[in-house]
């Protein structure tokens, strides 16, 4: 089974096209998106430009607020604290990485926790690892989504995440802790990564590595879930070796059109989520 994010991802942005048609009539107003851009990072640009675009195609109000590189870092905290004061945002979120003048961890910190769409505030990644009810980093949910695509219980089975960030494994593995799953975490320092692999019923490759995952890592009937983007000179690829794993595997994500367009499409269900617990 080759798990469609892209499909997948329509269907929710349909799904929140109506949600949002809803609030209109409850409300008498909608979801507003505020993204901060500081500096010219060309993926940043695509990624925000995107954010936007489906923002509005799904009727949210959608703002970008674009700042040069050299923009002081109390410029952006300021407009952070204006933004949490507005009755009309529901989500804000800093476009990572910041120029290096720019405290990151402050940027987070500034965030309405309310209103952190990314789910980075430390309120709410507290929230999640203990289990109650936050905004969840957006990876990681959309893999949760495709993951349910291809099994809806996965209560008692061991998950192997490759990867340890904040954006992206530590996340996940709190999300498949709340599912019932056994959960290896590994990362660089790990001995024996082909050996946890072969253990894992479930296996979630987010490390920035191209085709790391091999086809004799994976145990026959297992679901592979890739959050790699690797640029290579043949194109864009995973961290899966998508030909040899899918010989192998029950069900898996290709790459792209498997995780990255869940990204964007669970950053606006999550603006739909702030704004119902803001209002
Ligand atoms: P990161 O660099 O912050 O973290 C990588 C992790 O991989 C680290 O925890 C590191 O310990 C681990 N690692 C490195 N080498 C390893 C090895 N040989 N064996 C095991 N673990 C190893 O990366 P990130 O931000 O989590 O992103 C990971 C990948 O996901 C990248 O390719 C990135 O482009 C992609 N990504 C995709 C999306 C999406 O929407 N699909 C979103 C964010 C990131």
């Not at 949490?84 to 003048?101: A, C, M, R, T, Y």
Request: glycine share 8%; proline share 5%; aromatic share 2%.
């Amino acid at each position: 089974m080759i798990i469609d994010g892209k499909k997948t991802a329509a269907e929710l942005r349909e799904e929140l096209k109506k949600k949002v048609a809803e609030l209109r009539s409850t409300h008498n107003a909608v979801p507003g998106l505020t993204v901060i851009l500081v500096g010219e990072d060309p993926a940043s640009k695509i990624y925000v430009k995107n954010k936007e675009k489906f923002a509005k195609e799904i009727g949210m109000n959608s703002e970008v607020i674009r700042y040069p590189a050299d923009t002081e870092e109390k410029v952006v905290l300021n407009k952070i604290k204006e933004l949490n004061e507005d009755k009309k945002i529901s989500g804000i979120l800093v476009q990572l990485p910041l120029p290096k003048h720019i405290d990151k961890k402050k940027v987070i910190e500034t965030i309405l926790p309310g209103k952190d769409v990314d789910g980075f505030h430390p309120m709410n990644v507290g929230n999640l690892s203990s289990g109650y009810d936050s905004s969840i980093p957006c990876t990681p949910l959309g893999c949760s989504l495709l993951l349910k695509k291809a099994e809806k219980n996965l209560s008692g089975k061991h998950a192997v995440v490759i990867g340890r960030s904040n954006l992206n494994g530590k996340p996940m593995t709190q999300l498949l802790l709340k599912e019932n799953c056994t959960v290896t975490v590994t990362h660089s320092k790990t001995k024996d990564l082909k050996a946890e692999c072969l253990r894992a019923d479930i296996i979630i490759a987010a490390v920035g590595i191209p085709k790391l995952v091999k086809g004799d890592w994976v145990k026959k009937d297992a679901i592979v879930i890739d959050v790699g983007i690797n640029k290579t000179d043949s194109g864009i690829v995973g961290d899966v070796d998508f030909d040899q794993v899918s010989k192998v595997a029950k069900a898996i994500t290709p790459v792209p059109g498997g995780v990255g367009p869940m990204t964007i499409a669970c950053l606006l269900s999550n603006t739909v989520e702030c704004f119902k617990k803001l209002n």
